[in-house]
């Protein structure tokens, strides 16, 4: 589950004080479809929506089905192509959407449901909707697997299992941590940058994006104070070995998906080194570490290395674990 799907639930809320809401999420996909399963959008009567189902080919369509009272059931599935209804926009690839549509009055009963989602949400619980069509849905906290969304459909009952969104820990600001933070974001992760120096934070913290969470404390002892959930990943890009290597220390002890600190070959297995020595961590903590970091595509710049780090955090993310292919001439490129 995404960033925008917090919005969407945090806009449920509001809107069903006074009013009925649709919620929408999407079940399944077959083909290509610019948004994946767990996706959400809730709609009011009278048009307004907030998220996103398919990028745009889909939605309009479902606001005029709604004000068309097509959606009268508590829980219904809508399928968007081969054979179901038609895209405002033909879908990519003749792409499939499975959406399972929830009708959700008015009132107490709402509410408590819509906080149950954004409170999980805030604390990373991974929720399992249970739904007998055409009845409610019911809610369970079940153990998370990464912020993967996992869906079956068996006749009449619908198991979606929805995670918390995927976050990034960046320890220290730099031009590349910038860009990383920036990007990370773009990408739908819950974004946190921990920074102590207050020569640094004069003069970087200006180029973070607004939605980025800025935490003024020394990136170890954040993590040490605050752990992360198994949907996080972890980043040092200082050059600076007071910053990377006590953020690797904590990290390898965390259940963080992707560790990675950035620096050239050489440089990397010098860190290793260090931290084998005077942090006595054992070979597999060390092959936790993404070092150099990042996937190698040449880059130069700042913007190109954090571009790198996000495709590889996007690769691990999607249970891509293929041997790594590590960016050394990128991360060099700032030594």
């Known amino acids: 589950m995404h960033s925008m799907d917090r919005q969407v639930i945090s806009t449920a809320l509001a809107w069903a004080v006074e009013q009925p809401v649709w919620l929408c999420t999407v079940l399944s996909t077959y083909g290509s479809s610019p948004r994946p399963p767990g996706a959400m959008m809730v709609i009011r009567a009278d048009g307004r929506y907030c998220g996103s189902l398919s990028g745009g080919c889909v939605e309009e369509s479902f606001v005029a089905r709604i004000g068309d009272h097509l959606f009268p059931q508590p829980s219904q599935i809508v399928r968007y192509g081969d054979g179901g209804y038609e895209p405002d926009r033909a879908l990519p690839c003749g792409g499939v959407l499975d959406i399972l549509v929830e009708k959700l009055p008015a009132g107490g009963t709402t509410l408590a449901y819509l906080q149950q989602m954004h409170d999980a949400l805030i604390s990373a619980v991974a929720l399992e909707k249970r739904v007998t069509l055409?009845?409610?849905?019911?809610?369970?906290?079940?153990?998370?697997?990464?912020?993967?969304?996992?869906?079956?459909?068996?006749?009449?009952?619908?198991?979606l299992t929805l995670s918390a969104p995927p976050r990034v820990v960046i320890a220290g600001l730099s031009s590349v941590a910038q860009f990383c933070a920036n990007f990370a974001l773009a990408l739908g992760f819950e974004t946190i940058v921990c920074e102590h120096r207050e020569e640094v934070l004069r003069n970087l913290a200006a180029g973070l994006e607004s939605g980025v969470q800025l935490i003024e404390q020394f990136?170890?002892?954040?993590?040490?104070?605050?752990?992360?959930?198994?949907?996080?990943?972890?980043?040092?890009?200082?050059?600076?070995?007071?910053?990377?290597?006590?953020?690797?220390?904590?990290?390898?002890?965390?259940?963080?998906?992707?560790?990675?600190?950035?620096?050239?070959?050489?440089?990397?297995?010098?860190?290793?080194?260090?931290?084998?020595?005077?942090?006595?961590?054992a070979p597999h903590q060390l092959s936790?570490?993404?070092?150099?970091?990042?996937?190698?595509?040449?880059?130069?710049?700042?913007?190109?290395?954090?571009?790198?780090?996000?495709?590889?955090?996007?690769?691990?993310?999607?249970?891509?674990?293929?041997p790594d292919v590590t960016a050394a001439d990128s991360a060099s490129a700032l030594i």
């Not at 969304?149 to 068996?154: E, K, L, N, V």
């Not at 190698?296 to 571009?307: D, M, N, Q, V, Y």
């Open 134 to 159: 055409p009845h409610a849905s019911q809610l369970r906290e079940v153990a998370s697997d990464g912020g993967h969304t996992r869906t079956q459909i068996s006749g009449s009952e619908v198991s």
């Open 288 to 322: 936790r570490i993404h070092a150099p970091v990042g996937i190698a595509i040449g880059s130069k710049t700042p913007a190109e290395i954090a571009l790198a780090i996000m495709a590889d955090i996007v690769r691990h993310k999607n249970g891509l674990h293929q």
């Open 219 to 281: 990136p170890a002892m954040y993590l040490e104070r605050q752990g992360c959930h198994a949907a996080t990943a972890i980043l040092s890009l200082t050059h600076d070995p007071r910053i990377d290597d006590l953020t690797m220390m904590e990290a390898v002890n965390l259940p963080a998906f992707y560790i990675g600190a950035m620096g050239s070959v050489k440089n990397s297995l010098r860190r290793k080194e260090r931290l084998a020595r005077i942090g006595e961590l």
